[in-house]
T-cell receptor, first 114, second 110 residues
Framework: KAGVTQTPRYLIKTRGQQVTLSCSPISGHRSVSWYQQTPGQGLQFLFEYFSETQRNKGNFPGRFSGRQFSNSRSEMNVSTLELGDSALYLC?????????????FGEGSRLTVL | EDQVTQSPEALRLQEGESSSLNCSYTVSGLRGLFWYRQDPGKGPEFLFTLYSAGEEKEKERLKATLTKKESFLHITAPKPEDSATYLCAVFSGSARQLTFGSGTQLTVLP
């Protein structure tokens, strides 16, 4: 079956711009979570959605937001980009909510902020 | 606050040379400990979930074990294709989110 699909795979933005990243989970998976991965901080939890509801949010500023649609597809948005937002953004889906199950990750969207 | 510490940061092995990776954790109410493998340019790939102290799981050359304070990922007779970054993560009832360690970058030389 198809895995988790993230688009775009690569993008370059400048400071102050905003960006929207998309994630299509594995068919049947209702939980989608987002992570930021950087060399210095590693993988950090952004937020999790289950059945269109945000279940949990990590310790990131309000510039980071997300949503989930009725078909379980999810988007995350970062507004007023800063240089430090350059990272690999990973989406993961699972059958269970709240990360208690096995996570299936996409290949990520690599964001570079200039 | 949940904390996960992995050691060593990097490990180089000769093909066939067995070793172990360590994951120490501090959590309030562990609900699961997870091991993932990440290849360069890819997302992490799930390997194991361990739920309680004493539990062990095996998959090919990998064996994961869990105590009340740490987990080990044992690699027996590794091959070059085992080269990757191995990530440990915990999920607790208090944090209700996965907390990842910084990973161990394993290189297996032929």
């Amino acid at each position: 079956k198809a895995g988790v699909t993230q688009t775009p795979r690569y993008l370059i933005k400048t400071r102050g711009q905003q960006v929207t990243l998309s994630c299509s989970p594995i068919s049947g998976h209702r939980s989608v979570s987002w992570y930021q991965q950087t060399p210095g901080q590693g993988l950090q939890f952004l937020f999790e959605y289950f059945s269109e509801t945000q279940r949990n949010k990590g310790n990131f500023p309000g510039r980071f937001s997300g949503r989930q649609f009725s078909n379980s597809r999810s988007e995350m948005n970062v507004s007023t980009l800063e240089l430090g937002d350059s990272a690999l953004y990973l989406c993961a889906s699972s059958l269970a909510a709240e990360g208690t199950g096995e996570l299936f990750f996409g290949e990520g969207s690599r964001l570079t902020v200039l | 606050e949940d904390q996960v510490t992995q050691s060593p940061e990097a490990l180089r092995l000769q093909e066939g040379e067995s070793s172990s990776l360590n994951c120490s954790y501090t959590v309030s109410g562990l609900r699961g400990l997870f091991w993932y493998r990440q290849d360069p340019g890819k997302g992490p790939e799930f390997l194991f979930t361990l739920y309680s102290a004493g539990e062990e799981k095996e998959k090919e050359r990998l064996k994961a074990t869990l105590t009340k304070k740490e987990s080990f990922l044992h690699i027996t007779a590794p091959k070059p294709e085992d080269s990757a970054t191995y990530l440990c993560a915990v999920f607790s009832g208090s944090a209700r989110q996965l907390t990842f360690g910084s990973g161990t970058q394993l290189t297996v030389l032929p």
